[in-house]
């Protein structure tokens, strides 16, 4: 058991303070790849949302080269791992992955030609 003065994350040894390696490999071995990918790919979302300047305090984040590359990973992510996740899973991340993209349209000075843009050499054109 920590105390106050002794920040302890998942992972850390109790003894020694140190990342527990042994039971971080048995929890993710647990996790099902499917919880996996989703993860990976709301974390893909978020950060892209935020940079997109999507969020309250949009222009303090806002980024377009990062977020260009965000939603280009994550489209990436999702056209990979389409026969892999249940369109219970893929429907609603292809939904958000098509707002990002229209969001990037949008934000952009000069939008880039259709078939173009982040992540549509994975989904094709996109038009809004």
């Known amino acids: 058991m920590s105390d106050a003065t002794t920040p302890s994350s998942p992972g850390d040894s109790p003894d020694s303070g140190s990342p527990d390696f042994d039971a971080m490999t048995r929890d993710i071995a647990e996790v099902p790849a499917v919880e996996v990918i989703v993860t990976v790919a709301v974390n893909l979302m978020s950060a892209a949302a935020v940079k997109l300047g999507l969020t309250e305090d949009a222009e303090d984040h806002k980024d377009l080269d990062e977020a260009r590359k965000l939603v280009h990973a994550l489209a990436g992510l ?51």
Do not use: M, N
């Open 78 to 128: 999702l056209d990979a791992s389409t026969t892999e996740i249940s369109s219970f899973h893929a429907a609603p991340l292809r939904d958000g992955l098509k707002s990002l993209q229209l969001a990037f349209r949008e934000a952009s000075l000069v939008p880039d030609e259709p078939g173009q843009g982040p992540g549509e050499k994975y989904t094709g054109p996109v038009y809004g």
